[in-house]
């Protein structure tokens, strides 16, 4: 099994920033993409990123396309830089593995992690 724990979750003002992690734990894959998801009250959850766990490719929704970054350490620690936020970005904050390649479809996925709370204010 997997385990996926995030953390980095908050309140921040309009045009703050926040950092979000994911630590991977458990049974290791020799190639594997993890994601970034989000979901809103009363929505379905959408995509945000992903990435290959060498770091290369990754892929972003135009929704936060240059002023989210995401990136994988070789400790299979992934994480989300979120600048420039908004209030729209007020989400739970869901990060994902999946064994292959990088995908933006929750139903490829496989693994979950338990979500956290990010809160914009305007």
């Known amino acids: 099994q997997v385990q996926l724990v995030e953390s980095g979750g908050g309140l921040v003002q309009a045009g703050g920033s926040l950092r979000l992690s994911c630590a991977a734990s458990g049974r290791t894959f020799s190639n594997y993409a993890m994601g970034w998801f989000r979901q809103a009250p009363g929505k379905e959850r959408e995509f945000v990123s992903t990435i290959n766990w060498s770091g290369r490719p990754q892929h972003v929704a135009d929704s936060v396309k240059g002023r989210f970054t995401i990136s994988i350490d070789a400790k299979n620690t992934m994480y989300l830089q979120m600048d420039s936020l908004k209030p729209e970005d007020t989400a739970v904050y869901y990060c994902?593995?999946?064994?292959?390649?990088?995908?933006?479809?929750?139903?490829?996925?496989?693994?979950w992690g338990q979500g956290t709370q990010v809160t914009v204010s305007s």
């Open positions: 994902a593995l999946r064994r292959g390649s990088i995908a933006a479809m929750t139903v490829e996925y496989d693994y």
